[in-house]
């Protein structure tokens, strides 16, 4: 099993509707990361978490929300979706010691 | 802010055509720079951790090195499973809970 799993894998919706990705990992890291990745930008972050009690925004979470439920879940939704919200999204985990990430396989989503 | 710019965005080689991909970066205090491999439809995966200009890291046919302004992933003698994009990242002193992205630079190997 993957070390950093992510479903849905694909997803399409269409404008308005509520979308929620969720990431559970298995390495027992307590930082937890949303990033999105667009063609030609790179990678992107969008939250990130040091703990259960503890979320920040990164540089682009408008239009974003998380809720980390336990050390090993961290969910990202979109509560209305728009179609320049079409990207892949990964997620990741890390330690404070190495910096290194850890990827999920990422979640494809298109809004219509 | 932080800044990360790869060059070329894309590479086709012959297989055994060795070359090298360059990342340029701005960073108030680097804490480390990363290399990661990404295949079509995965997550990146970890390949080296750069601290210090100097630095070496070497992997089967990859080498990357370190200075004070870019860091370069030398390909040495390529082989068809190489193929991949290439993320370069930095982490600051300041920032150290994220890492910054360049947009990766796109490498095909033909046998």
């Known amino acids: 099993d993957a070390d950093v799993t992510q479903t849905p894998r694909n997803r399409i919706t269409k404008t308005g509707k509520r979308i929620m990705l969720e990431c559970s990992q298995t390495k027992g890291h307590d930082r937890m990361y949303w990033y999105r990745q667009d063609p030609g930008l790179g990678l992107r972050l969008i939250y990130y978490?040091?703990?259960?009690?503890?979320?920040n925004k990164g540089e682009i979470s408008d239009g974003y929300s998380v809720s980390r439920q336990a050390q090993a879940k961290f969910s990202l939704s979109l509560e209305s979706a728009i179609p320049n919200q079409t990207a892949l999204y990964f997620c990741a985990t890390g330690t404070e010691n190495t910096g290194e990430l850890f990827f999920g396989e990422g979640s494809r989503l298109t809004v219509l | 802010e932080d800044q990360v710019t790869q060059s070329p965005e894309a590479l086709r080689l012959q297989e055994g055509e060795s070359s090298s991909l360059n990342c340029s970066y701005t960073?108030?205090?680097?804490?480390?720079l990363f290399w990661y491999r990404q295949d079509p439809g995965k997550g990146p995966e970890f390949l080296f951790t750069l601290y210090s200009a100097g630095e070496e890291k070497e992997k089967e046919r990859l080498k990357a090195t370190l200075t004070k302004k870019e860091s370069f992933l030398h390909i040495t003698a390529p082989k068809p499973e190489d193929s991949a994009t290439y993320l370069c990242a930095v982490q600051a002193r300041t920032n150290d809970y994220k890492l910054s992205f360049g947009a990766g630079t796109t490498v095909t190997v033909r046998a």
């Open positions: 978490s040091f703990d259960v009690k503890d979320i």
């Open positions: 960073v108030s205090g680097l804490r480390g």
